[in-house]
T-cell receptor
Framework: DVKVTQSSRYLVKRTGEKVFLECVQD?????MFWYRQDPGLGLRLIYF???????EKGDIPEGYSVSREKKERFSLILESASTNQTSMYLC????????????FGNGTRLTVT | GNSVTQMEGPVTLSEEAFLTINCTYT??????LFWYVQYPGEGLQLLLK?????DKGSNKGFEATYRKETTSFHLEKGSVQVSDSAVYFC????????????FGTGTRLQVTL
């Protein structure tokens, strides 16, 4: 079974803090993704990566950055957390080939106070 | 651009009732279509998919048919169970976008005894 593991289930951070969300997958997937999930808005893509050290902006990259130093690990960074970044964050991975299904982690619920 | 519109929830049904969750889309290009399901406390998982017009995806008693003429991919199940209670997301992917998915806002299904 594919496993996508997000390091924290719940996080509470203060405004202005630097926040790291970590994601690890064990299936040698080329693609990795970070989405945020908000009520009434569904899932919105923040960043994705199709190879080590490669990254592309998604639909809502402002206020976020990412790092992919190893194939299995994809980190989401909030340089200076703000209250409007309170959300559920979902990591996903897939093979590069067309229509390869996404495999999701269980999510990290981040609260910024 | 690409977008997915789902019926608003929550949808509340009695066990063994018939389920339909509507999904329509707009896309630049020829999309593949997906339904993902999110059970409480978990990440999303692929439920079914269809990659070309008139294809029918099916899994666990759920079905959806790719209707190009009406740009729709409605999810159906003949007899729902309590265990089907979850949030259902319709999504599309346009070829050449490295498995990036565009999601709808999700529809919560609650099945009662």
């Amino acid at each position: 079974d594919v496993k996508v593991t997000q390091s924290s289930r719940y996080l509470v951070k203060r405004t202005g803090e630097k926040v790291f969300l970590e994601c690890v997958q064990d299936m040698d997937h080329e693609n990795m993704f970070w989405y945020r999930q908000d009520p009434g808005l569904g899932l919105r893509l923040i960043y994705f990566s199709y190879d080590v050290k490669m990254k592309e902006k998604g639909d809502i990259p402002e206020g976020y950055s990412v790092s992919r130093e190893k194939k299995e690990r994809f980190s989401l960074i909030l340089e200076s957390a703000s209250t409007n970044q309170t959300s559920m964050y979902l990591c996903a991975s897939s093979f590069f080939r067309d229509n390869s299904p996404l495999h999701f982690g269980n999510g990290t619920r981040l609260t910024v106070t | 651009g690409n977008s997915v519109t789902q019926m608003e929830g929550p949808v509340t049904l009695s066990e063994e009732a018939f389920l339909t969750i509507n999904c329509t889309y707009t896309a630049t290009g020829y999309p593949s279509l997906f339904w993902y399901v999110q059970y409480p406390g978990e990440g999303l998982q692929l439920l079914l998919k269809a990659t070309k017009a008139d294809d029918k995806g099916s899994n666990k008693g759920f079905e959806a048919t790719y209707r190009k003429e009406t740009t729709s991919f409605h999810l159906e199940k003949g007899s729902v169970q309590v265990s089907d209670s979850a949030v259902y997301f319709c999504a599309l992917r346009v070829a050449g976008t490295a498995s990036k998915l565009t999601f709808g806002t999700g529809t919560r299904l609650q099945v009662t005894l």
